[in-house]
């Protein structure tokens, strides 16, 4: 294992889980005070543009409401973190790939609040998306009435990939996790990519074991290799873990992301889940 002890691995997995950055800006935990945020108005639906303050920088993203908000009765929500392509400033681009386009498509029917956070181009950006990730998070369930057994988490790509650590961090947070496209950052647990990545697929399968997880990959995907998510759901599977789910799509590259989001069964068994 290249000198890797399962102990310590379990460890990093525990206390640091984000890949080593020059801004040392660390991933929030399980509980996240919001910081200061847009607020809301009550009447507005469909893809609301927020804005939230997050180390004394302002970033905005979006938040989709349904239809058919009412605010008397509690609502599941969707946090969605995006690829490397949609990283920007426009609190635009990250809902024009992926999940957003899934939810536009059934707009007015679509049954659930989804956060849209952006992350910047340049350096951080990995610390950045969970901490944004947290903040979006903890502003939505501040100002709507979200029913807390009944948050999940996607991301594509890159988002897929960075968006484990927010289970890991607090594996009681989501209902059920649908990453695609994506894999695992292995210098990001062990700070060595040669790392022989058994022990952290074991490591992550053993603390989300009880998690419900489906992950879809494209089988001649170039850009994150499929062998990776193989391997992730076979370390799943052997860690007993009760609900876990695999689709590929055979002979399909990087973006599987708009046949993923647009399979009937993926939304009855996600919305079925609760903590």
Sequence with gaps: ???????????????????SDPTGVQPAGGTHEPPPDSTPSTTQVGFVPRTVVESGTTYKYQVF?????????????????HGNGERGSDGELQTRVGLG?????QEATFPAIVLFPQVPLGEGAHQIMIRLANDVLAAALRDYNVDPTRIYLTGVSMGAIWGWDLPLADPARF?????????????CFTGDPSSDPAPVYASIATKLR???VWIFHGSADQAAPVTVDRALVQAFKDAGAPDIRYTEYAGMDHNVWDRAYAEPTLWTWLFAKHR
Excluded: F
């Design 1 to 19: 294992m290249n000198g890797v002890s399962m102990t310590t691995l379990t460890a990093l997995l525990g206390v640091v889980l984000a890949c």
């Design 65 to 81: 409401v349904p239809h058919g908000y009412d605010a008397k009765k509690k609502w599941p929500l969707i946090l969605y973190l």
């Design 101 to 105: 386009p899934a939810v536009r498509a």
């Design 210 to 212: 009880s998690e419900p």
């Design 175 to 187: 209902a059920a996790i649908v990453p695609v496209s994506g894999g695992v950052c292995i210098a």
